[in-house]
């Protein structure tokens, strides 16, 4: 080649590279499942063009993934809907629909119940998550379990340090413990898995633990609680998901813990999505974890009262929460053994469905609960807005024997001796006239209460409840602000059809 033409060859491939497009990476993460999973045999996926099968359970089908950009998701139907309902509806993601299915795009993760022709047995959840950095699988302070594979792995004991990874794609049967450690993680995108459980037990337990982190795991078909954090103090919840059906699967238990953020979390559940509650302080010793199912006999061990104990500064936000029998959509109760339990928030988010109260207050102990500020918060489908008790409860360590939950023979309470007003009067004993003295003395109060700018899309199947025990161990200082019941204003208690006894200074605002 002469010495002109090299110049000449050189600049041409210098053009012709710089004028090629960019190499773009897909915005889809695929993860890849054990293929003897089952996938639904309705939602036939795709998502950007490929194919993802929906994994089968029996509250719905899961369609989980990660994203690196906004995703286009294609879902083909055995035959035409006539309804497609994305929820939470304040996303804005609007299916498009013909004849062979729909499709949507996402701008971004999030979480998603996909709900066709009314059918809330077998919705497609979707759970797109962000692109997630894995550990080092060689580091000796992780616990990796690979994607593809069902892993059998009983009981995970987690120490100081430690991280348990799930990468997308593993399913881990088994459950997951701490006690008394810092800096645990418990992440990635893959499934911890309780369906060949036949005993029921609290799933994910950190006790007396400091620092910890929980973040974008499906947490499927939970025997008993789902997360119990006991007696924890800067845990971090994020983009958790829990599907469960079974008995007494509360989403999260707060328990007896200081200073935890929960963000960008999903739940269906059988019981409570989120209970705080106050059983275990710290320093209760040989407690054992499977003993935790049964707490309100504080599995057998000694009331270990410490005066003037608290616990709160827990904030929850941005999350979805769908609850079904037995339970409510947020709350704190039963069990609450301890002095006070002050400033808890919930906000930015949206309850896609209840069964029961979506915010109650349950307390048959003597804890001082004030400060709980609710705002901007969503109601898809309300069964009952509110529900707050003082009162002698069956879970109480001074209910009359022969009604108290701890005893297996027990009664349900008789006629005469049951509220007026409850979302589950079989739940309360409220003593005769000349027995109400002697129980007050371990009845707690509820006081300085705030819900602002909560939204009613529908109006609430069932009244609203402000039950107090006794003058003195009652409800105080509730506002009532910016509540809306199917766009319209709430400025009356009867435009709720609330239910009072030894209530002060209830107070309706409309919107700032």
Known sequence: MSQLARPLVSFLMI???????????????RYDFPADLPASGVYRTLVEGEPVSALQTKRGAILNFGMAGPVEVRVNLPRAPKEIVIRPLSAGITAMPDDAGFRFTLPRPMNLSVEIDGNLEDPLLVFANPEIDAPDRSDPKVRFFEAGRIHDAGEILLGDGETLYLEGGAVVRGVVRARNATHV??????????????HKTNKLVL????????ENTILLDPLGWTMHLSACERVRVSNTRVIGWRANSDGLDIEYSKHVRVDGCFWRTADDC???????????????????????????????????????DIEIRNCVLWNERGGQGFEIGFELRIDHIRDIVFRDSDIIHVNGGAFSIHNGDRAVIENFLVENVRIENPDRFIDFHVGLSIYSDDCPPPYRRSNPKRLPPPDGFRPERANNPWQWYVP???????????????????????QMLKTPRAGSILYGYSEGRG???????GITIEGQ????????????RHVRNLEFRPAR
Do not use: W
Request: charged residues 25%; negative net charge; aromatic residues 2%.
């Open 489 to 500: 204003p709430v400025m009356a208690a009867d435009e709720i059809d609330l239910y009072q």
């Open 274 to 312: 989120i209970a705080i509650k106050a059983i275990y302080p710290p320093g209760v010793m040989n407690v054992p974890f499977e003993e935790m199912i049964n707490p309100e006999t504080l599995a057998g061990h000694p009331d270990r009262r410490i005066p003037g104990d608290s616990m709160g």
């Open 432 to 454: 005769a006239q000349a027995d109400t003295e002697k129980h007050a003395a371990k009845r707690g109060l509820i006081r300085n209460v705030i819900l602002r700018n909560i």
């Open 185 to 198: 993680s418990i992440r990635g995108a893959g499934i911890l898995d309780s369906s060949t459980r036949t």
């Open 15 to 29: 053009t012709l590279l710089s004028s090629a497009p960019p190499c773009v990476a897909k915005p889809l993460i």
């Open 475 to 481: 409800i105080a200082d509730v506002l009532l602000e």
């Open 207 to 214: 006790r007396e633990c400091r620092d910890a982190v929980i």
